[in-house]
């Protein structure tokens, strides 16, 4: 049982540089998240996706962007990177119904853009 | 908007001591709360978890934690730490499908 999945695992970037990030889940959940962890900042939401078809913006959605290309799978991409986003990142998904539902994350995207 | 402090930001125990990591948040309504932990260059798992009924909650590997309305706190314990508990902490607060973390606290375990 994979859970969620990201790929790649570490990344080097230049700045200007374009990427993807990969997620994709197989617990059949409707929700999936982006984050971004910084030291001493803990994680902050970069995008979300309810349900399959849309997508918001969480704290910090500036310089990203976001496609749910599907049910299980949720990328984010990078047009022109820069410095200060450097960072980890970490998608997760969850189930959708009343109330609230647990997040189950990756293992996480190292990224140094120089 | 919700937020959560967790106010150490480093402690170290000894092995076979306790532990108890300090959380506050701030949400008007009842709120949805989490422990995660972190070990070194890992993902995030989940220990525990509050969503109502009895304010004492036990988790895995150990771990427990009450949630107290009075103080807005969700503090986190272990009577006794095991080296394999050095990790970083995070405490998270869940409203309109989203979390909000703290900064999380390292938790170091010496000989």
């Known amino acids: 049982n994979a859970g969620v999945t990201q790929t790649p695992k570490f990344q080097v970037l230049k700045t200007g540089q374009s990427m993807t990030l990969q997620c994709a889940q197989d617990m059949n959940h409707n929700s999936m998240y982006w984050y971004r962890q910084d030291p001493g900042m803990g994680l902050r939401l970069i995008y979300y996706?309810?349900?399959?078809?849309?997508?918001d913006k969480g704290e910090v959605p500036n310089g990203y962007n976001v496609s749910r290309l599907n049910k299980r799978e949720f990328s984010l991409r990078l047009e022109s990177a820069a410095p200060s986003q450097t960072s980890v990142y970490f998608c997760a998904s969850s189930e959708q119904r009343t109330g609230f539902n647990i997040q189950y994350f990756g293992a996480g995207t190292r990224l140094s853009v120089l | 908007a919700q937020s959560v402090t967790q106010p150490d930001i480093h402690i170290t125990v000894s092995e076979g001591a306790s532990l108890e990591l300090r959380c506050n948040y701030s949400?008007?309504?009842?709120?949805?709360l989490f422990w995660y932990v972190q070990s070194p260059g890992q993902g995030l798992q989940l220990l525990l978890k509050y969503f109502s009924g009895d304010t004492l909650v036990q988790g895995i590997k150990g771990f427990e934690a009450e949630f107290k309305r009075s103080q807005s706190s969700f503090n986190l314990r272990k009577p006794s730490v095991h080296w394999s508990d050095a990790a970083e902490y995070f405490c998270?607060?869940?409203?309109?499908?989203?979390?909000?973390f703290g900064a999380g606290t390292t938790v170091t375990v010496r000989a």
């Open positions: 998270a607060v869940g409203a309109d499908y989203k979390l909000s």
């Open positions: 949400y008007g309504a009842t709120p949805y």
């Open positions: 996706s309810a349900s399959e078809g849309t997508t």
